[in-house]
């Protein structure tokens, strides 16, 4: 018996907001379609990131921003339709990506084709694609940035997160050694994805712990929970000329020099080529997923508080 070929329906569940502050509601839209030089989605999994709460609550501005606003950027799925003058992909082919805004919580969502989009690893299944973009694109910055070279020493700080858990395998397959902060319960899996030494940091003071095993301070440093007070703080475990790198803005490059330490923000590297380079490190098994925790699309309002509260072990997607 032949398959009936898919049909793309006039509208599509999804989970949206009508003003900034607002929870947010899974309600009926109407699917989009693609525009020149786009292609259209069929979402399977989307990802779940902090930037995703920081918006809908406004705590990032959005002027450009229409309600009903759908949230979500990460997104794994299958391409059901191409734009005019579309040519990268074609309908058919499994993909998975970024777009800040893009309105991944639905099941169907517009993406250009020219932007954060990369065909998905093989090795992977939807929710596990849909982990990776921004946690995995952020963390390639991140080691990038600090410019690790073999045998030098790291402090990760908010190693068992999503970022986090990247960070420690790029850096320890740079050779780095790696300590890490996570809690006790989760000591076992920071030090599988390659970390030497894991420090409690709900019992320690970090800096101590750090110099404690390091007496001449780490090389550098990670920084990827904390505000600019933990931020100065956090430095003083680094050697004179180490390098810090926040991926919250928080490092003061002029107040963190008269430590003697080089102190820079990292933001995601957005582009196709380095999802595609994320995708063979995962393919090839240089790079390990953390733990995901899914929820279904009509939780999606649970899972961005879940997110907001914090101390997120690993990675929350949706699934659609």
Same mark, same amino acid.
């Given at each position: 018996m032949a398959t009936q070929p898919f049909r793309i329906p006039a509208r599509m569940r999804a989970f949206a907001i009508d003003e900034f502050g607002d929870r947010g509601t899974l309600r009926h839209l109407p699917t989009p379609h693609p525009r020149a030089g786009e292609v259209l989605i069929r979402v399977r999994a989307a990802g779940v990131n902090p930037v995703d709460w920081k918006v809908r609550d406004g705590f990032i501005p959005l002027p450009q921003a229409h309600? =009903?606003?759908?949230?979500?950027?990460?997104?794994?799925?299958?391409?059901?339709? +191409?734009?005019?003058?579309?040519?990268?992909?074609?309908?058919?082919?499994?993909?998975?990506?970024? %777009?800040?805004?893009?309105?991944?919580?639905?099941?169907?969502?517009? /993406?250009?084709e020219e932007g954060v989009l990369a065909l998905k690893p093989r090795t992977l299944d939807f929710a596990g694609a849909a982990a990776l973009p921004i946690a995995g694109l952020t963390a390639l910055a991140v080691v990038e940035a600090l410019r690790l070279r073999p045998g030098q020493s790291i402090l990760v700080v908010g190693a068992s997160g999503g970022v986090g858990s990247f960070v420690v395998q790029l850096a320890a397959m740079q050779g780095a050694h790696v300590v890490a902060t996570a809690r006790a319960d989760a000591a076992d899996?920071?030090?599988? *994805?390659?970390?030497? @030494?894991?420090?409690?940091?709900?019992?320690?003071? /970090? /800096?101590?712990? +750090?110099?404690?095993i390091y007496p001449g301070?780490? @090389?550098?440093? $990670?920084?990827?929970?904390?505000?600019? $007070?933990?931020? +100065?703080? %956090? &430095?003083?475990?680094?050697?004179?000329?180490?390098?810090?790198?926040?991926?919250?803005?928080?490092?003061? $490059?002029?107040?963190?020099?008269?430590?003697?330490?080089?102190?820079?923000?990292?933001?995601?590297?957005?582009?196709?080529? $380095?999802?595609?380079?994320?995708?063979? #490190? /995962?393919?090839?098994?240089? #790079?390990? *997923? =953390?733990?995901?925790?899914?929820?279904? *699309?009509?939780?999606? &309002?649970? &899972?961005?508080?879940?997110?907001?509260?914090?101390?997120?072990?690993?990675?929350?997607?949706? +699934?659609v």
């Amino acid at each position: 018996m032949a398959t009936q070929p898919f049909r793309i329906p006039a509208r599509m569940r999804a989970f949206a907001i009508d003003e900034f502050g607002d929870r947010g509601t899974l309600r009926h839209l109407p699917t989009p379609h693609p525009r020149a030089g786009e292609v259209l989605i069929r979402v399977r999994a989307a990802g779940v990131n902090p930037v995703d709460w920081k918006v809908r609550d406004g705590f990032i501005p959005l002027p450009q921003a229409h309600f =009903p606003c759908v949230l979500g950027s990460d997104v794994a799925g299958i391409i059901e339709q +191409t734009g005019p003058n579309s040519s990268r992909y074609r309908e058919g082919d499994e993909v998975y990506g970024s %777009v800040f805004m893009g309105g991944s919580f639905a099941e169907f969502m517009v /993406v250009p084709e020219e932007g954060v989009l990369a065909l998905k690893p093989r090795t992977l299944d939807f929710a596990g694609a849909a982990a990776l973009p921004i946690a995995g694109l952020t963390a390639l910055a991140v080691v990038e940035a600090l410019r690790l070279r073999p045998g030098q020493s790291i402090l990760v700080v908010g190693a068992s997160g999503g970022v986090g858990s990247f960070v420690v395998q790029l850096a320890a397959m740079q050779g780095a050694h790696v300590v890490a902060t996570a809690r006790a319960d989760a000591a076992d899996a920071v030090e599988e *994805l390659g970390a030497r @030494d894991v420090i409690d940091h709900s019992n320690n003071d /970090v /800096v101590a712990a +750090t110099r404690g095993i390091y007496p001449g301070g780490v @090389d550098a440093v $990670a920084e990827l929970v904390d505000g600019p $007070a933990e931020v +100065t703080h %956090v &430095a003083a475990a680094l050697k004179s000329g180490g390098r810090l790198v926040s991926i919250l803005g928080a490092a003061d $490059a002029a107040a963190l020099g008269q430590q003697n330490v080089h102190g820079l923000n990292a933001n995601m590297k957005r582009s196709s080529s $380095a999802l595609a380079d994320l995708s063979e #490190l /995962v393919d090839s098994g240089r #790079l390990s *997923l =953390p733990r995901l925790r899914a929820f279904p *699309l009509e939780d999606a &309002a649970l &899972a961005l508080d879940e997110s907001k509260r914090g101390h997120v072990r690993g990675k929350l997607v949706l +699934t659609v």
